[in-house]
Nanobody, 125 residues
Framework: QVQLVESGGGLVQAGGSLRLSCAASGRTFTIYAVGWFRQAPGKEREFLGTINWSSGSTNYADSVKGRFAISRDNAKNTVYLQMNSLKPEDTAVYYC??????????????????WGQGTQVTVSS
């Protein structure tokens, strides 16, 4: 099993930036991909992007492409979500998730086995 812990959330003004971290522990060698999701009050969980654990290749949802970027530091077993040009509608709880299986795509929640507890991001106008 893999444990994931997010950090870095907080309050930021519109137009600002935040970097979230997702620290993985446990059987990290079993990870195929790490994804980022968010969920705003009253809304469904939304896929943001994913990174291949070994190759570092990334894939993003159209809604955040160009503003958000995912990277990883394998030595630290940590994945990052850099968020720029933040908007009030980016306010949500942000989650990272790990997949221990190979899929052609990782844009669905069901592709992921392990989830972090979430970190709140609030963007003020």
């Amino acid at each position: 099993q893999v444990q994931l812990v997010e950090s870095g959330g907080g309050l930021v003004q519109a137009g600002g930036s935040l970097r979230l971290s997702c620290a993985a522990s446990g059987r990290t060698f079993t990870i195929y991909a790490v994804g980022w999701f968010r969920q705003a009050p009253g809304k469904e969980r939304e896929f943001l992007g994913t990174i291949n654990w070994s190759s570092g290749s990334t894939n993003y949802a159209d809604s955040v492409k160009g503003r958000f970027a995912i990277s990883r530091d394998n030595a630290k077993n940590t994945v990052y979500l850099q968020m720029n040009s933040l908007k009030p509608e980016d306010t949500a709880v942000y989650y990272c998730a790990g997949s221990r299986n190979y899929y052609r795509t990782y844009d669905a929640s069901r592709a992921y086995d392990d989830w972090g507890q979430g970190t709140q991001v609030t963007v003020s106008s």
